[in-house]
């Protein structure tokens, strides 16, 4: 082993990543960031790891019988889902608040990413929760693992909300590929500055309200054991890319409600693109429309002068059309 890692020393990168394999599980949990409401656990047995996973259950004071799960997206974690839980819970609604595993407050281990396993974790922590119907909330990357979830387990599902999802695009066919290593090369060298300019570009107009969303965000970066979560975020940027669910929403049954930020142009793997190819790709008007066509049992909601997270933008406009879309027979 010595011998392996002198002929490494030069290249702290491989180095890296031979540690990380080696370290490989290690459980990283944020710590700094309060969530909302009581954070718990339950442990999953994956590729013959233990992983646990991280979720909010939250009981509303007066019950109306319906739970209402929340999926995040690739740079959030449950705790931007705060204002929401709260009107939800106002409103009846028990709220499942995962984070996947691989953010948040959740392990991040060295395993093989897909959405079909995120969606069976859900499913896993679901039924220990005894919660047997769900509507869901699903936004950006949420968007595509909910795709899966309701392909998976349709029985299961009473609404369906998709909140400006990413995948709407096959991301592999105009985005050049990247190796793990170069992935994780980029998100090893990820800093607070970097992490704040990519969520600015989520908003027409930035406000300084937002910047917690960048503390939730990056509050794993300077952790002892950040650089495994680097390769987890390298990992599940290989499963968005490589796992499209656009060609299977013609298969979705469930009412489904799409809302969408008129201003969003979010591309994954955007920094590797030119500028025609930029323009040509992201517009969340056009796609919207083209998504509206694939699902029979959908509406559409454009909200106008909005960006990539309606629900923190617009809350009082996400509030009103989640609740009547709801509450309707």
Same mark, same amino acid.
């Given at each position: ?20 394999? %080696? ?20 442990? %999953? ?9 991280? $979720? ?23 705790? $931007? ?71 998976? $387990? ?176």
């Amino acid at each position: 082993m010595s011998i392996l890692f002198q002929s490494l020393t030069m290249n702290k990168f491989l180095c890296t990543i031979v540690l990380l394999i %080696l370290l490989s599980p290690v459980s990283v949990k944020s710590q700094s960031v309060t969530y909302p409401y009581p954070v718990h656990y339950i442990t %999953l047995s994956i590729e013959r790891q233990p992983a646990k996973m991280a $979720y909010m259950d939250i009981a509303p004071a007066k019950p109306n019988g319906q739970t209402v799960l929340l999926f995040h997206g690739k740079n959030f974690n449950g705790y $931007y889902w705060k204002d929401v839980i709260h009107f939800l819970t106002a409103n009846g609604y028990r709220v499942v608040v995962p984070d996947q595993v691989g953010w948040g407050k959740s392990d991040k281990p060295n395993i093989h990413y897909s959405f079909h396993l995120l969606a069976y974790n859900t499913k896993k922590l679901l039924d220990s929760l005894g919660v047997k119907k769900v509507s869901v909330i699903a936004h950006s990357m949420g968007g595509m693992l909910a795709t899966r979830f309701v392909l998976m $387990y349709p029985d299961m599902i009473h609404k369906l909300i998709y909140e400006n999802p990413i995948g709407l695009e096959d991301y592999k066919t105009f985005v050049p590929y990247q190796t793990i290593e170069q992935q994780y090369e980029k998100e090893v060298n990820a800093d607070y500055a970097s992490l704040k300019k990519y969520q600015q570009s989520y908003y027409p107009q930035w406000k300084p309200e937002y910047e917690q969303y960048v503390a939730a965000q990056a509050d794993v970066l300077n952790r002892p054991d950040s650089l495994q979560a680097a390769w987890a975020n390298a990992l599940t940027y290989q499963m968005i890319y490589e796992q499209p669910v656009l060609y299977e929403f013609k298969y979705v049954q469930a009412p489904t409600l799409m809302i969408i930020g008129q201003e969003d142009r979010t591309i994954v793997g955007k920094g590797l693109l030119s500028k025609e190819m930029i323009a040509k790709h992201g517009q969340y008007p056009e796609l919207g429309k083209w998504f509206h066509q694939q699902i029979k049992n959908s509406k559409l909601i454009a909200l106008q002068g909005v960006g990539h997270i309606p629900h923190i933008q617009v809350p009082a406009a996400f509030e009103k059309n989640v609740l009547q879309f709801l509450a309707e027979k």
